[in-house]
């Protein structure tokens, strides 16, 4: 059974910092990209920031230079790390794993975390 387990959401103020965390299980985590995305209310969801199973990185234009996506395959864990935090970053945010080896496609999803920035 896969599961994703986000942690670390919460409230901060604006311009603070908040640390998620996903811990995987059921998956060989190494094998997988793995990405973090939002949804605020009423909107739809996006795609924060990914990494690949090989360490590369990408991100969304609005988080670029404030949030860090970083993995450790011995832990099975990936986090992002949030600065300089904007209300505009408030948004469930959910775990994502994802692979397509030679077009079979996994996809999984952990439960969300809330992150809420306000002052």
């Known amino acids: 059974q896969v599961q994703l387990v986000e942690s670390g959401g919460g409230l901060a103020q604006p311009g603070g910092s908040l640390r998620l965390s996903c811990a995987a299980s059921?998956?060989?985590?190494?094998?997988?990209?793995m990405g973090w995305y939002r949804q605020a209310s009423g909107k739809q969801r996006e795609l924060v920031a990914v990494i690949a199973s090989r360490g590369s990185t990408n991100y969304a234009d609005s988080v670029k230079d404030r949030f860090t996506i970083s993995r450790d395959n011995a832990k099975n864990t990936v986090d992002l790390q949030m600065n300089s935090l904007k209300p505009e970053d408030t948004a469930v945010y959910y775990c994502?794993?994802?692979?397509?080896?030679?077009?079979?496609?996994?996809?999984?999803w952990g439960q969300g975390s809330q992150v809420t920035v306000s002052s």
């Open positions: 059921g998956i060989i985590f190494s094998s997988y990209a």
């Open positions: 994502n794993a994802y692979q397509d080896f030679f077009g079979s496609r996994r996809n999984y």
